[in-house]
């Protein structure tokens, strides 16, 4: 399957507002030591990032140089938790996507308060 027919496969699922994908996307970086490590995100917000973002796995590697030269006293974990973060900020940024993967973004969420 060629990746634009794979992009709208997985945007055909539609969800229930507050319903997310199960399954998680990993992506392969290199540590500080050269090492390959993974940095899992969200499913939805991996879609999402895949769709709206040139190289996805670029941006992954730089976010993590960047805490890593900006941070360097982090955590592992900490680390990690912050680029899952950054990754669904950026997301987020994309609401007419997120409503083309999800079939619900956060203007449906507001409207059914």
Not at 69 to 97: D, F, S, V, Y
Request: aromatic share 6%.
């Amino acid at each position: 399957m060629s990746s634009p027919d794979l992009k709208r496969t997985r945007m055909k699922a539609h969800y229930s507002l507050f319903e997310f994908p199960d399954g998680k996307t990993n992506y392969q970086i290199l540590n500080e030591e050269g090492e390959k490590t993974t940095i899992t995100i969200e499913k939805w917000a991996a879609d999402v990032l895949q769709i709206e973002l040139h190289n996805v796995h670029q941006r992954i590697q730089d976010a993590y140089d960047k805490i890593l030269k900006e941070k360097p006293n982090l955590t592992r974990r900490e680390k990690g938790n912050l680029i899952r973060q950054m990754a669904l900020n950026t997301a987020n940024n994309h609401q007419e996507t997120k409503k083309k993967v999800l079939g619900w973004n956060d203007s449906d969420v507001l409207d059914a308060l």
